[in-house]
């Protein structure tokens, strides 16, 4: 039996989490969970999990006396790192949103547990640190987001040194029809109509501009230690192609499902065993279609990709502005030609090329923010 620490499990990940395991009762136990707002969707799923171990980071504290069952209840800022220390699991799944559950990942690594990693903001704004951290421990870290576990999948077919290409896909996101010239005039409302994925709003939003594929080159050169000029993106509008990976022979090796991210999460749990899904497998005929990025449509994957080759806390400025951004554009204070010159100019404000301490991460979020605030409100 794996204990699982569901770190964010009120949220889309989170209770995608939960379906999973409750599969899988004989294999799989909730052994810790954690909410920052959502204090009765929490509560409720602790009751029905009987869940040792509950942290709350936002609002008002809970009582264990609440709950029903004896158990151990930590609440307020460092609610998750005491969990995280306290706490007992074989693998923690880190589903939070933002920056929030850096310091518990570090700890659940020392404690030597798998690391299931859907959070994008810990290895885009630390990931030198991050790997570095995985490296030193022996720590095994497992990718969710799913152009991640298709490649984490792929590479299953080779040697680290046999690759010559990561290619990520993209579905091109909500705007990918749009005529580029109507871009500035379409409701912003509009960026949240994924074609092919239900999601967060952020994270959908981030797909329309192609902010998070910029965000998903850089995971990927962390996760896979690849260097930046042999990771492609591709537009692939079916979302059936997760990603892929070429050989050095010329073989592509791709990983092909149905867009469902219980699939991800649940091999991140089970690997290197496969055990079966509710996700059905794509049936042919298909009809898989690969485009290249055009620019001029989705110029803040150009921004990302630039903050990228900087390299040091330049991609934790880019999360950070777009944290603003993406904000300023869908309560129509910006508008969408706007983002990619904003994110330059937040980016050429700061000069932090080099190395950095997680103190550093957490000082340059919060002045990127800054920043970016002022320069919108300008
Ligand atoms: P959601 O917004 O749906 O859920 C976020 C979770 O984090 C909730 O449980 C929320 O608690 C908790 N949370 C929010 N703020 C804080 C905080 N300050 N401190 C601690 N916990 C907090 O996000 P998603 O599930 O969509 O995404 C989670 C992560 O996974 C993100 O990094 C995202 O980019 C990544 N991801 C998501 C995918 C998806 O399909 N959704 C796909 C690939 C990656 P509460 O609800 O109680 O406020
Ligand atoms: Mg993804």
């Known amino acids: 039996m794996k204990r699982v620490a569901i770190l964010g499990v009120t949220g889309s990940i989170g209770r995608q989490a939960v379906d999973v395991i409750s599969r899988y009762p004989e294999d799989f136990s909730i052994s810790l969970v954690s909410a920052h707002s959502s204090r009765d969707v929490l509560l409720e799923l602790a009751r029905r999990f009987r869940v040792p171990v509950v942290c709350y980071t936002g609002g008002d ?5 609440e709950l029903g069952y004896p158990c151990r209840v930590f609440c307020g800022a460092d609610a998750l790192i005491l969990g995280a220390r306290e706490g007992e699991y074989d693998v923690l799944l880190n589903s939070v949103v933002g920056l929030g559950a850096l310091e518990p990942t570090l700890v659940a690594m020392e404690k030597g547990a ?8 810990m290895l885009v704004s630390a990931g030198d640190l991050v790997m570095k951290r995985v490296k030193s421990l022996g720590a095994e870290l497992i990718p969710v987001d799913s152009e991640h576990s298709a490649i984490f999948q792929c590479l299953q077919a ?7 290409r990561l290619v990520l896909t993209s579905s091109g996101g909500a705007f990918r029809d749009v005529p580029v010239e109507q871009l500035d005039r379409l409701d912003p409302a509009k960026a ?6 239900r999601m967060g709003k952020k994270i959908t939003l981030d797909c329309a501009t192609m902010v998070n594929k910029g965000f998903e080159v850089i995971e990927a050169k962390h996760l ?11 537009i692939h509008r079916e979302s059936v192609v997760h990603s892929m990976v070429r050989f050095c022979d010329g073989s592509t090796i791709a990983q092909l499902s149905q867009p469902d991210m219980r699939l991800p999460i649940q091999y991140a ?8 899904s509710p996700v059905s497998s794509p049936m042919p005929p298909y009809s898989l279609t690969f485009d290249e990025v055009d620019l001029r449509r989705y110029p803040c994957f150009g921004v990302m990709l630039e903050a990228a080759r900087k390299g040091g806390l330049y991609p934790a400025v880019a999360l950070a502005a777009d944290e603003v951004l993406a904000r300023a554009f869908s309560e129509r204070r910006i508008r969408y030609s706007e983002i990619a010159p904003l994110m330059e100019r937040v980016l050429a404000r700061f000069d932090v090329g080099g190395d950095y301490t997680l103190a550093d991460v957490r000082y340059i979020n919060s002045e990127a923010e800054k920043y970016t605030q002022s320069v919108v409100k300008r």
């Not at 949240?192 to 994925?197: Q, Y």
């Not at 896979?224 to 591709?234: C, G, K, S």
């Open 61 to 65: 504290p809970i009582d264990p006396s």
């Open 224 to 234: 896979f230690d690849v260097p930046l000029d042999h990771i492609e993106t591709v």
């Open 158 to 164: 080779g040697r680290h040194e046999e690759i010559d």
């Open 114 to 121: 798998r690391i299931a990693l859907a959070n994008k903001e």
């Open 192 to 197: 949240l109509a994924h074609p092919n994925w």
């Open 269 to 276: 749990l089970t690997y290197p065993n496969r055990v079966p």
